[in-house]
């Protein structure tokens, strides 16, 4: 048996450190939003001259007079992707860049993926992923909160809080763009780091039942490590999974897919090292389970 | 417990075997299929634009005061009631009139049949709110009033879409409504949306009015640009033909000017009124005005009751064909906006579904790998289950005819990672009350049991997730919920149903056997 408990108190530092560095940097650095979320032309786009490169393009661009944009390169070698913050949803917007770019380049470009977002879309598709999200913890507290006690519920909406702030501030630190996938994969997060602590809860309330000797200080160390096999497997295999999408599924999904990752693996922690300190805290006791069982 | 009855046996054999019929007929010929569904694959994966038009409802608004305006002075002179100062302000019409008439008068704007403010049924209001102090009026357009102008120009203008769209012959478009001053046009396959964009952007009210000199024409006058934007005339407001007098369009081959144009043929009415305009109008120019501004204003030779003329103004053969559509298909009835474009290209397409692919293989090889080696025999049956699941999770998707996006192929590839926790926490469980209990059986039955709270609620919170992903997501992120959202069911029916079945099976040959798990 591993004592898992011998170590909240350390593990939540660091934990605190690490939100409280999260909210200071979606503060003051902020997170990148993409096309989707803050308006403007996203153009993926494919040369067949092996020339181009990113600067090439990059003076290309500047001469068009398109205020501020964005030119990096994406997966292949001819690939690359340009995000221009004007809003500009003319009908032939796109068809000027094209003309420009071939008679300033010469050549031919494939214009494999255009999105062109309106500054009122944009808005409304932040806010309503801003909705979802709520929306979604909300929900996870209502469920958790009829089949535990609140002091469950708390514990684990403390767990879900800290995951996802804790991811945001990653993205936020590496300027990872934060697209509607990405509220995707924060809202799978919420589900899968509940998951995972619902596992493991559950066999508290079990063990509350079964010993009554024990404090719940002990307690939350045996059930953690009973079902310990469980949450590393289910761990691994879901790890495994994402790890191939981010590796193999295309550009389109890396983010995505990294978001998934990060919420795994601190979901794993959180529902160990968030999840149970808290109803430690808490006081929980077999008294705690009596009142649910008598009604 | 541990007894599957026959018929349960055959039962989920079927079952497992209709869903993975129908997984595979996604790979067969549709000619030679005898099922003829198959997964619709999203924009982002066959390729395609999606285009959210938003309806400008302001000029029809304006248009809707100015009638109101010219009905409220024709009724307030046709009841000889003294009007002052009847004019549009801020969105409002107002006026004043003697004190006296009030009654009547507001009376006449309440009344449910009133034929100037008109009463919905459905909302309990008017068109207009009529607000009166002393004896002055404020109307202004109510909410339901608003609404309803709204909704009108928002059908009006999808059936005008829809007739460009199928002019122009792209495969299978979606066109629907979107709130109620929105439209989708969804365009599968179409890889360059800029002929389509330039059609939805343009208006295309067409009038035939007279060029004049004369600024005190009695139907007033304003000055209108060429297209060319080099050079302006004065132009009656009289309008003398418009676009709804069209009975067709279509580019022609002028063969004494070479020169393309757009041949018009009228209706019976069109072709009247043009016949007399023409007759009283030798020497005159006619400008034909297209959204505002003047395509060309040629001289009238000679009167023309055949109902058919010609449009010329500097045209391609591809401008003149546009223009000929558009004036078949009709004006809209506003401005429509694109506020929304996403368009991937067939090639990015398949690249997004080569890559998912070899993703899913690779991630499901390595979750059948790791089984394998952690739990040799039961990684058997839950590789089986997995495998079998991933049946199921296609074959309801085929079933469906749902949409597969790539976000969407990622949820399946995530499934896949997930799917195997219901299984390992019975076996888990299985495995630690082998430690307690020698009967392998009992053991068995009991870890089923006690891992039952625990698989359910793991499994409602990923499902609260897609439910509310579904509701507030948007395009390709819906496609990823629904296949999270299927993928619990599967999960859940193959563990319960195919694992529960191999595993009880196992457990009895081998009910003597010490070490179980």
Partial sequence: MINFNKFYKLFNLISLGLVVASILLLFFKGLNFGVDFKGGTLIELRSNDKNINVTSLRQSFSQMNLGDFNVKKFGNENDFLIKIEKKDTSANAIEVIKKDLISSLGGSFNFRRVENVGPKVSSELLKSGIIAIALSLAAMLFYIWIRFEWQFSLGAILALFHDVIITLGLFSLFSLEINLSIVAAVLTIVGYSMNDTVVIYDRVRENLRKFSDIKIYELTNISINETLSRTIITSATTLLALVSIYLFGGEILKGFSLAMIMGVVFGTYSSIYIANPILVKLRVSQKTILTEDTE | ?517
């Fill in chain 2, 1 to 517: 417990m541990l007894y599957f009855s026959k018929l349960r046996i055959t039962l989920v054999f079927f079952v497992t075997l209709f869903f993975i019929y129908f997984a595979l007929s996604n790979f067969q010929d549709p000619e030679n299929s005898f099922i003829s569904k198959r997964i619709n694959l999203g924009l982002d994966l066959q390729g395609g634009s999606y285009l959210l038009l938003e309806i400008d409802n302001e000029p029809v608004e304006i248009q809707k005061l100015q009638n109101t305006t010219t009905d409220i002075r024709n009724f307030l002179k046709s009841k000889k009631i003294n009007f002052n100062d009847l004019r549009i302000q801020d969105k409002t019409i107002v006026f004043t009139i003697p004190i006296m008439d009030v009654g009547s008068v507001e009376a006449f704007f309440l009344d449910k049949e009133s034929e100037i403010n008109p009463y919905y049924n459905q909302y309990k209001s008017h068109q207009f709110d009529v607000i009166i102090e002393d004896s002055k009026f404020t109307l202004s357009l109510s909410k339901y009033g608003l609404i309803e102008i709204k909704t009108s120009s928002q059908d009006q203008a999808l059936e005008i879409v829809r007739r460009r769209v199928d002019e122009v012959g792209t495969n299978e478009p979606n066109i629907i409504k979107r709130g109620n001053n929105r439209i989708l046009v969804e365009l599968p396959g179409l890889d360059d949306p800029m002929r389509i964009k330039s059609l939805l952007g343009k208006t295309a009210n067409l009038t035939f009015r007279f060029v004049t000199q004369n600024k005190n024409d009695t139907f007033g006058t304003e000055m209108l640009q060429f297209e060319d934007g080099m050079s302006e005339a004065m132009v009656s407001k009289r309008i003398i033909l418009n676009g709804e007098n069209l009975l067709d369009a279509q580019p022609q081959m002028n063969n004494q000017t070479n020169e393309t144009v757009v041949s018009f043929t009228l209706d019976r009415v069109g072709a009247k009124r043009f016949g007399k305009a023409t007759s009283t109008g030798v020497g005159k120019q006619l400008a034909i005005v297209l959204d505002g501004k003047i395509v060309s204003a040629p001289t009238i030779q000679s009167v023309i009751a055949s109902g058919n003329g010609q449009i010329s103004g500097n045209f391609t053969f591809q401008s003149a064909t546009d223009l000929a559509l558009l004036l078949r298909s009709g004006a809209l009835p506003a401005p429509l906006n694109i506020i929304e474009e996403r368009t991937v290209g067939p090639d990015l397409g398949q690249d997004s579904i080569n890559a998912g692919v070899i993703a899913l293989m690779i991630g499901f090889l390595l979750v059948i790998i790791f089984m394998f080696f952690k739990y040799k025999i039961f990684g058997l049956i839950a590789n089986i289950t997995l495998l079998v699941n991933l049946f199921f999770l296609v074959g309801i998707l085929t079933l469906f005819e749902a949409t597969l996006t790539l976000p969407g192929i990622a949820g399946i590839i995530l499934t896949v990672g997930m799917a195997v926790d219901a299984n390992v926490l019975i076996f888990e469980r299985i495995k630690e009350e082998c430690k307690k209990e020698k009967n392998n059986i009992i053991a068995f039955d009991t870890g089923y049991v006690k891992s039952k709270t625990a698989i359910i609620d793991a499994n409602i919170t990923t499902l609260i997730a897609a439910v509310i992903l579904f509701f507030m997501g948007s395009g390709p992120v819906k496609g990823f919920s629904v296949t999270l959202a299927v993928g619990i069911f599967t999960t859940l029916f193959s563990v319960y149903f195919i694992a529960r079945m191999l595993t009880g099976l196992y457990v009895v040959r081998n009910k003597e056997k010490t070490k179980l798990i």
